[in-house]
Nanobody, 124 residues
Framework: QVQLVESGGGSVQAGDSLRLSCAAS????????MGWFRQAPGKEREFVAS????????YYADSAKGRFTISRDGAKNTVYLQMNSLKPEDTAVYYC?????????????????WGQGTQVTVSS
């Protein structure tokens, strides 16, 4: 089992950057693919980005390509989401999640563990 705690959210202006962090507890961090999702008010939770167990593979939603970068640090048991050129439509609660399946998934149903989320608000 792994526990996830996100941090780094906040209120910024359009065009600004933020880096989200997700700290994982336990010594089995390296067996999980990790993903970032977001949920805006009144909308379903949607996929943002995912990264493989050792960080060799990544996958992004079209909305994140070219602006967001997912990475992980095994020594710190932490996964990051660097978000640049933020837009008002990026406003949401951002969640990190862990997946034991070994395949990079974009659907929430494949992720076994979730953090509590961190709020990102982008104003125009």
């Amino acid at each position: 089992q792994v526990q996830l705690v996100e941090s780094g959210g906040g209120s910024v202006q359009a065009g600004d950057s933020l880096r989200l962090s997700c700290a994982a507890s336990g010594r089995t961090f390296s067996v999980y693919n990790m993903g970032w999702f977001r949920q805006a008010p009144g909308k379903e939770r949607e996929f943002v980005a995912s990264i493989s167990r050792i960080g060799s593979s990544t996958y992004y939603a079209d909305s994140a390509k070219g602006r967001f970068t997912i990475s992980r640090d095994g020594a710190k048991n932490t996964v990051y989401l660097q978000m640049n050129s933020l837009k008002p439509e990026d406003t949401a609660v951002y969640y990190c999640a862990a997946d034991r399946s070994g395949v990079l998934h974009t659907s929430t149903q494949y992720y076994d563990y979730w953090g509590q989320g961190t709020q990102v608000t982008v104003s125009s």
